[in-house]
């Protein structure tokens, strides 16, 4: 094969931001991309950075939050998924949303027009493929059995799987507004961001118990199935107690029933904005495996969704990772064949933004030794060092597991110097934006190196 000097398999989220930042750096770069000709049991359509869970990068708190902290990161490293994100936004309270559709065809515009980047539609199958190059193994969580094959007899069975699940989404003109009611928990950003089903006690307990007897899609003899605790199915949730769905995506807290303000509901279920005109609402939380009549028939039971129409019902697809810390260089490259990098989900890591993080990454290292640039790897109090640790980590590597960015991953942080010079202890409710500001005065003079 002639060979330009990258080739991305995948157009994901970690595909795409590492192709971009290859792209702007000079190096001309090829996408293959199986979509159209071929879907993956979770894609609809054929747009570059398909969301295919939520359409919610988590909270946009740069100062108390990770995954806040991890957004003002990527924008100051000039991530293009950042920058799209930021774009095509919707009202979500704290969280940073995105009109969906209009997300994924932004950065696959920015792609396609791209002077150095072009696309190849197939489906790349086996490792054998690229012995002549230089590639960058982006294919998600989601990729393809004979891939997944290839990398499994190359990696002498060096990988886990686990099972992710999709909330469903309503048309917003199916909900009965006499009932539900605009309002964002403790009223953070725009009223309009969320809207909120109540239940009362009883009403809760009967779609508990719903929720439990309702027919769920079964795997296969040879299947076990391991969830993320970060992306549970709503009635696996429900399964570890008939009350945890009250600390969980039903809470009740820091909500007021416009309708009956005297009243305070026992549960709620918010539905967030899911594209640009509003037409749209993401059921938060709800991700599910119960078989599509029985979501309708469940779902419809909380107050104010008697009569949802469903423009998209929930799903539940396999989602594969390799034992990275294991199997890659500290610049991602697998070590069997250098000429070859991973990046996104299949690392390990978990989440739409971590995903970009370690594409950016991949996508980073390549380009400087394509360049023969050194390479600036950052600071481990950022997190991004944090991410890359993360699949650098063979403490407990028989139980590795995917993570999102969290505090956990950070260095611990005890003391911090004051304007003054002085040290001043941190106290356990400060130290989150302790982390923060340390992160964002270390990424600084990184993003002036790279």
């Known amino acids: 094969m002639s ?3 990258i080739h991305i398999v ?3 989220l970690a595909g795409s931001e590492a192709a971009w930042q290859l792209a702007e750096r000079g190096i001309k770069v090829v996408i293959h991309e199986m979509r159209p000709k071929k ?6 359509t054929p747009y570059c950075a398909e969301l295919v869970c939520s359409n919610s990068l988590r909270s946009d708190d740069c100062s108390n939050s990770a995954v806040g902290l991890l957004h003002q990161e990527m924008r100051m490293a000039r991530s293009l998924i950042m920058k799209c994100a930021d774009e095509t936004k919707v009202p979500a309270g704290g969280a940073l949303a995105v009109d969906r559709d209009g997300f994924a065809k932004l950065i696959s515009q920015c792609l396609q027009s791209h002077p150095n980047i072009s696309f190849v539609c197939e489906e790349i199958t086996s490792l054998s493929q690229m012995i002549e190059g230089r ?4 294919s998600g ?3 393809s059995p004979a891939l997944i094959a290839s990398i499994l007899d190359a990696t002498d069975q060096q990988y886990l799987n686990f099972y992710d699940a999709i909330a469903p989404v309503i048309y917003k003109d199916s909900i009965d507004f006499d009932k539900a009611w605009y309002q964002s928990r403790y009223d953070k950003g725009d009223k309009f961001d969320y809207i909120n089903c109540p239940l009362d ?3 809760y307990y009967a779609f508990v118990d719903e929720l439990l007897k309702g027919k769920k899609v079964e795997f296969h003899d040879f299947e076990k199935a391991e969830y993320f605790d970060g992306c549970l199915p709503i009635e696996v949730m429900a399964e570890r107690g008939e009350d945890t769905l009250l600390f969980g995506p039903m809470k009740p807290v820091g909500l007021t029933n416009s309708h009956h303000p005297n009243i305070k509901p026992y549960a709620v279920v918010q539905l967030r904005q899911d594209n640009k005109e509003d037409t749209l609402r993401n059921m938060v939380g709800f991700q599910t495996k119960l078989k599509y009549d029985e979501q309708k028939r469940i779902f419809r039971m909380i107050p104010g969704l008697e009569n949802a129409e469903f423009a998209r019902l929930g799903g539940i697809h396999k989602n594969t990772f390799i034992k990275s810390p294991l199997l890659l260089d500290k610049c991602l490259r697998f070590k069997k064949m250098p000429n070859v990098s991973f990046a996104g989900q299949i690392t390990g890591c978990e989440g739409y933004v971590e995903s970009a993080a370690i594409g950016w990454l991949a996508g980073y290292f390549a380009a400087c030794e394509i360049c023969n ?3 600036y790897f950052p600071p481990e109090t950022t997190a991004f060092g944090a991410m890359l640790g993360h699949l650098q980590d063979i403490t407990n590597i028989e139980n590795y597991q995917p993570m999102n960015i969290n505090f956990g991953l950070f260095p611990t942080i005890s003391v911090e110097t004051t304007a003054t010079g002085k040290l001043r202890k941190i106290k356990g409710a400060e130290r989150k934006a302790a982390y923060c500001r340390r992160a964002l005065a270390d990424i600084a003079p ?3 190196l790279i």
């Open 141 to 143: 969580p989601l990729t």
């Open 446 to 448: 990184w993003v002036k």
């Open 10 to 12: 995948g157009a994901g």
């Open 135 to 138: 590639w960058i193994i982006a």
């Open 39 to 44: 879907y993956s049991p979770a894609h609809k």
């Open 373 to 375: 640039h050194q390479i």
């Open 3 to 5: 060979c330009p000097n």
């Open 201 to 203: 006690k009883e009403q």
